[in-house]
């Protein structure tokens, strides 16, 4: 194994721990709905939220990061350039992340002043982290940027891949900085940070996920390179078509012009063309190499991917992304149910298929299968679909009778909390958390035993 | 818009999408095992996917601009399994398949 795939290992550890703590978070923040005081003036809402949703990026950022690392060296066949100082920034990242959960954990946030942004709590929505940290953070892309393109000029040959995944890497740099502003004018900061976090999550990142299951089908099914980079340019070309001027369909409630209503709404709703695509070359795929993999984990991953993808982004998406839907939609539980499957789909799972590759290539095994990965499987997409049910029937309660019916006050609200389709809804999303979480017992323990147990498993493969 | 319509006109949009999934998944399993059962099947929920643009068009209340973007999606939905089908299987072609 070279160094650079050691260190992925690294990152794969760090990440499917943060993994944990989202999750843990997550089960956190559903019980406060059903018990609102709970820890009250302790660990209020708003902090286990914070854990929830920042563990998530980061976990995926680690994912992203420790895939780019183990596949990178394969790709050239050469030692990432500069690995030494890679292996130095992820314990400074690890140790970031570490101090700043425990500032979170015990000082939580401070006066509307200068040293609450730079030590204690931006307050920015995803990007919490302050500042010091977040420089922190800047440095470490940065460094990681560098060691892919060095790498490559090193090589001196460059893959159709890797064109995409560097000019993918500016625009993932650049736009981070975005954490940083701290505009006093509500509607022109919640502005740009839409450009961070819709820019990130449905461009961005759409791109990079894109180039790690390219080298992840030539891995898993031997799909031919020539393919694989066809098909990412053209999913490319439209997942970025539709998703840059899609983010006007976050442009609501915030002070921004009307036109970017439409806009938004336009261009979101041709987001599920290049989704229904996808769909078709995922069976295609697994149809052209006869279901024939190596590694049967990985491979369901990615086409759990596929289908997580479309249904999460397509149809949840779809449902309520048109402007007349979305003034009533947005910011409730049913954006959340959207967000979950979507996130689940088009990034959680492909970093999944990535873990279980680097897991058969650490076990030294040539062919991955077994039972306990069917229970993680099993579990974890159940446990996640019970969710987004959940938390669908919890949102379209809110949109009916707080903001329909009740018109979005304060009484309206509070109505809408009690109601008994938000509260059932929210009682599911929390027993189908309890699920999602065994779920990701299930996957660690899969994913620390599978090597140990692969005797068996290669003689069950072989024989089915 | 009223609440009633709200809920009716979302559910029937993400059923719309859904169909449209529906007809990709079930044409391209179809395809892949020969088997016209499935393609047929996937032919019904292009159907589907027709008779809920329909719905949305004359029952919702959205605005003329979405209706035309529905009903152009639905003409599109009805190119994107067989198409990428048939650009897909040119890929996988080898170049002395090709010749």
Same mark, same amino acid.
């Given at each position: 194994?070279?160094?650079?795939?050691?260190l992925?290992?690294?990152?794969?550890?760090?990440?499917?721990?943060?993994?944990?703590?989202?999750?843990i978070?997550?089960?956190?923040?559903a019980?406060?709905?059903?018990?609102p005081?709970?820890?009250?003036n302790?660990?209020?809402f708003?902090?286990a939220?914070?854990?929830?949703?920042d563990?998530?990026?980061?976990?995926?950022?680690?994912?992203?990061m420790g895939?780019?690392?183990?596949?990178?060296?394969?790709?050239?066949?050469?030692?990432?350039?500069?690995i030494?100082l890679?292996e130095?920034?992820f314990?400074?990242f690890?140790?970031?992340?570490?101090?700043?959960?425990?500032?979170?954990?015990?000082?939580?946030?401070?006066?509307?002043?200068e040293?609450?942004l730079?030590?204690?709590?931006?307050?920015?929505k995803?990007?919490?982290?302050p500042?010091?940290?977040?420089?922190?953070?800047?440095?470490?892309?940065?460094?990681?940027?560098?060691?892919?393109?060095?790498?490559c000029?090193?090589?001196?040959?460059?893959?159709?891949?890797l064109?995409v995944?560097?000019?993918?890497l500016?625009?993932?740099?650049?736009?981070?900085?975005?954490?940083?502003?701290?505009?006093?004018?509500?509607?022109k900061?919640?502005?740009w940070?839409?450009w961070?976090?819709?820019?990130?999550?449905?461009?961005?990142?759409?791109?990079?996920?894109?180039?790690?299951?390219a080298?992840?089908?030539?891995?898993v099914?031997?799909?031919?390179?020539?393919?694989?980079?066809?098909?990412l340019y053209?999913?490319?070309?439209?997942?970025?078509?539709?998703?840059i001027?899609?983010?006007?369909?976050?442009?609501?409630?915030?002070?921004?012009?009307?036109?970017?209503?439409?806009?938004?709404?336009?261009?979101?709703?041709?987001?599920?063309?290049?989704?229904?695509?996808?769909v078709?070359?995922a069976?295609?795929?697994?149809?052209?190499?006869?279901m024939?993999?190596?590694?049967?984990?990985?491979?369901?991953?990615?086409?759990a991917?596929?289908?997580?993808?479309?249904?999460?982004?397509?149809?949840?998406?779809?449902?309520?992304?048109?402007?007349?839907?979305?003034?009533?939609?947005?910011?409730?539980?049913?954006?959340?149910?959207?967000?979950?499957?979507?996130?689940?789909?088009?990034?959680?799972?492909?970093v999944?298929?990535?873990?279980?590759?680097?897991?058969?290539?650490?076990?030294?095994?040539?062919?991955?299968d077994?039972r306990?990965w069917?229970?993680?499987?099993?579990?974890?997409?159940?446990?996640?679909?019970?969710?987004?049910?959940?938390?669908?029937?919890?949102?379209?309660?809110?949109?009916?009778?707080?903001r329909?019916?009740?018109?979005?006050?304060?009484?309206?609200?509070?109505?809408?909390?009690?109601n008994?389709?938000?509260?059932?809804?929210?009682?599911?999303?929390?027993?189908?958390?309890?699920?999602?979480?065994?779920?990701?017992?299930v996957?660690?323990?899969?994913?620390?035993?599978?090597?140990?147990?692969?005797p068996?498993?290669?003689?069950?493969?072989?024989?089915? | 818009?009223?609440p009633?319509?709200?809920?009716?006109?979302?559910?029937l949009?993400?059923?719309?999408?859904?169909?449209?999934g529906?007809?990709?998944?079930?044409?391209?399993?179809?395809?892949?095992?020969?088997?016209?059962?499935l393609?047929?099947a996937?032919?019904?929920?292009?159907?589907?996917?027709?008779?809920?643009?329909?719905? &949305?068009?004359?029952?919702?209340?959205?605005?003329?601009?979405?209706?035309?973007? &529905?009903?152009?999606?639905?003409l599109?939905?009805?190119?994107?399994p067989?198409?990428?089908w048939?650009?897909?299987?040119?890929?996988?072609r080898?170049p002395e398949?090709?010749?």
């Amino acid at each position: 194994m070279y160094r650079s795939q050691k260190l992925a290992v690294r990152y794969f550890v760090a990440a499917v721990t943060l993994f944990g703590v989202m999750t843990i978070a997550g089960l956190l923040s559903a019980l406060y709905y059903l018990h609102p005081s709970l820890l009250f003036n302790v660990f209020n809402f708003n902090m286990a939220k914070i854990f929830h949703i920042d563990t998530l990026i980061i976990w995926l950022l680690m994912g992203f990061m420790g895939a780019v690392y183990w596949f990178l060296p394969q790709e050239l066949g050469r030692e990432v350039e500069g690995i030494w100082l890679a292996e130095i920034l992820f314990y400074v990242f690890c140790a970031v992340v570490a101090v700043v959960s425990v500032v979170f954990i015990f000082v939580q946030y401070g006066s509307s002043n200068e040293f609450s942004l730079w030590f204690i709590n931006q307050g920015r929505k995803y990007v919490e982290a302050p500042r010091w940290a977040a420089i922190g953070i800047v440095i470490v892309v940065l460094t990681f940027v560098y060691n892919v393109v060095a790498t490559c000029f090193k090589a001196r040959r460059m893959t159709g891949i890797l064109w995409v995944l560097v000019l993918d890497l500016i625009p993932l740099t650049l736009l981070y900085l975005d954490a940083f502003p701290a505009l006093t004018n509500m509607s022109k900061d919640l502005y740009w940070w839409w450009w961070l976090v819709h820019m990130w999550v449905e461009g961005t990142w759409e791109v990079l996920i894109g180039c790690i299951m390219a080298w992840a089908l030539m891995d898993v099914m031997g799909t031919s390179r020539r393919i694989v980079e066809t098909w990412l340019y053209i999913e490319v070309m439209l997942v970025l078509g539709a998703g840059i001027l899609g983010i006007g369909h976050h442009y609501f409630w915030i002070g921004t012009p009307q036109y970017w209503l439409s806009i938004g709404g336009f261009f979101s709703a041709l987001e599920p063309l290049p989704l229904l695509g996808m769909v078709v070359h995922a069976i295609y795929d697994a149809g052209a190499h006869h279901m024939k993999t190596n590694n049967r984990p990985a491979f369901y991953w990615i086409l759990a991917e596929a289908f997580g993808n479309f249904i999460g982004a397509g149809v949840f998406g779809f449902m309520m992304t048109l402007p007349q839907i979305n003034l009533f939609s947005h910011g409730t539980q049913w954006t959340v149910s959207h967000g979950h499957f979507a996130f689940w789909g088009a990034y959680a799972c492909g970093v999944i298929a990535v873990l279980y590759l680097a897991k058969q290539k650490i076990s030294g095994v040539e062919f991955l299968d077994g039972r306990a990965w069917k229970w993680g499987f099993g579990l974890l997409n159940f446990g996640m679909i019970g969710m987004v049910g959940g938390l669908l029937i919890a949102g379209i309660a809110q949109a009916f009778y707080e903001r329909a019916i009740g018109g979005s006050t304060m009484m309206a609200y509070m109505a809408g909390q009690e109601n008994p389709w938000f509260v059932s809804g929210m009682y599911a999303r929390m027993g189908f958390g309890l699920i999602f979480a065994a779920g990701y017992i299930v996957l660690v323990y899969d994913l620390l035993s599978s090597g140990k147990r692969a005797p068996k498993a290669v003689v069950k493969s072989q024989t089915t | 818009m009223t609440p009633y319509a709200l809920i009716y006109t979302a559910v029937l949009l993400g059923l719309f999408v859904l169909a449209g999934g529906g007809y990709g998944g079930f044409y391209s399993v179809g395809r892949l095992w020969s088997n016209t059962v499935l393609i047929r099947a996937g032919v019904a929920c292009y159907l589907v996917a027709i008779l809920l643009a329909l719905a &949305i068009c004359l029952f919702t209340p959205l605005a003329a601009l979405w209706k035309v973007v &529905i009903v152009l999606s639905v003409l599109i939905y009805a190119a994107i399994p067989p198409v990428t089908w048939r650009y897909l299987a040119k890929l996988h072609r080898t170049p002395e398949e090709s010749k």
